[in-house]
């Protein structure tokens, strides 16, 4: 989730360091707000029904969120 930022700013951003998952914008800091990241960067896993499943604060290698999301899958 790119925070406090602007959908061209997302799009520069996932250009630059060449990243290919799925980010969400939160324009206004709302969505931050409502699930309490205090730091960026913060991770917040979502399962299959809705729940938050996992949050992981600090910075996480593609690998490590695809293994992340993997065993959530199952």
Same mark, same amino acid.
């Given at each position: 989730?790119?925070? &406090? =930022?602007?959908?061209?700013?997302?799009? =520069?951003?996932?250009?630059?360091?060449?990243?290919?998952?799925?980010?969400?914008? =939160? $324009?206004?800091? $709302?969505?931050?707000?409502?699930?309490?990241?205090?730091?960026?960067?913060?991770?917040?896993?979502? =399962?299959?029904?809705?729940?938050?499943? &996992?949050?992981?604060?600090?910075?996480?290698? $593609?690998?490590?969120? #695809? #293994?992340?999301? $993997?065993?959530?899958?199952?």
């Amino acid at each position: 989730m790119a925070l &406090n =930022d602007s959908v061209q700013g997302l799009r =520069d951003f996932k250009d630059e360091f060449l990243l290919t998952y799925p980010m969400g914008l =939160d $324009e206004t800091g $709302e969505i931050a707000a409502a699930y309490r990241v205090g730091s960026i960067p913060t991770f917040v896993m979502i =399962d299959r029904s809705g729940m938050i499943a &996992n949050v992981i604060v600090g910075a996480m290698s $593609e690998a490590a969120m #695809a #293994a992340e999301a $993997e065993a959530l899958l199952k």
